[in-house]
């Protein structure tokens, strides 16, 4: 059983920048299995970023550029760091860990709100 908890969402205006954190427990820490996805209001969740099976970074078209996903093994924490924030990234994001048969895990979700 893998457990993720999300932090670090905020309000921010335009053009500002947040670093989200999602500390992972209850298994062995990959971080080639996590990812980042979001979900504005009244949208279907849409994936942000990930790890490929190779540990390199993938995003989003309406992110990259923008925003990093970055890892720290020795914490078992993935973080996403978000600048150059735009309204539109506006979402409840939340962390994911894909551990295959093991199951697919979420956190809580942590609110991003930019303001224009």
């Known amino acids: 059983q893998v457990q993720l908890v999300e932090s670090g969402g905020g309000l921010v205006q335009a053009g500002g920048s947040l670093r989200l954190s999602c500390a992972a427990s209850?298994?062995?820490?990959?971080?080639?299995?996590m990812a980042w996805y979001r979900q504005a209001p009244g949208k279907q969740r849409e994936f942000v970023a990930r790890?490929?099976?190779?540990?390199?970074?993938y995003y989003a078209g309406s992110v990259k550029g923008r925003f990093t996903i970055s890892a720290d093994n020795a914490k078992n924490t993935v973080y996403l760091q978000m600048d150059n924030l735009k309204p539109e990234d506006t979402a409840v994001y939340y962390c994911?860990?894909?551990?295959?048969?093991?199951?697919?895990?979420w956190g809580m979700g942590t609110q991003v709100t930019v303001s224009s």
């Open positions: 994911n860990a894909d551990e295959g048969s093991a199951g697919d895990y």
């Open positions: 209850g298994s062995i820490f990959r971080s080639n299995t």
């Open positions: 790890f490929t099976s190779v540990g390199l970074p």
